[in-house]
């Protein structure tokens, strides 16, 4: 049966899967990169990203409809219940935004890491994957592994996350 699975997933099939994320492949690897916060500290990914993270990059001249995903993040999060301390929220800026926008996100969403788009081998890594994917699921190893749409749905993102920290061992 695997030899079949393999040659039909080889030979440009699909296969059916359970989650409601899109694989990203190839895996992109981020705990090898640096990155800098919003206020200019850098920080290497494999220190300050150890655990689950969900990363928001920012489309450009997003206003409300960003904080509407934002906010969305947080609520999947505290959905968690007893394991909502086990995946982090990075938000990645766009280069539009204004300081003062900065500021709000940070007093909005105190325990997200937020990190400034510059080119930071972070930003180059996270820059291979499709621009459609707003939001992204890495493991605590620095592996992209899924990969959301914009528009995502919140019961769908929670779904996905809970079964990856049920099986999760690491």
Known sequence: ISYYLSEEYHSGGELQTSNYGSFINPIVELSKTTFDDYSGKNFTTNQELTNWSLIYRMPENCFQKCADEIYLIRQVNIALGKDMNRPQRVILLNSS?????IEDIVTKYPKSVVVKNNSSTFI??????????VLLLSDPLGNVILGYDEGFEGKKLLKDIKKLLKLSKI
């Open 97 to 101: 935004i204004s300081f003062s926008e």
């Open 124 to 133: 180059n890594e996270i820059n291979k994957i499709n621009d459609r994917h």
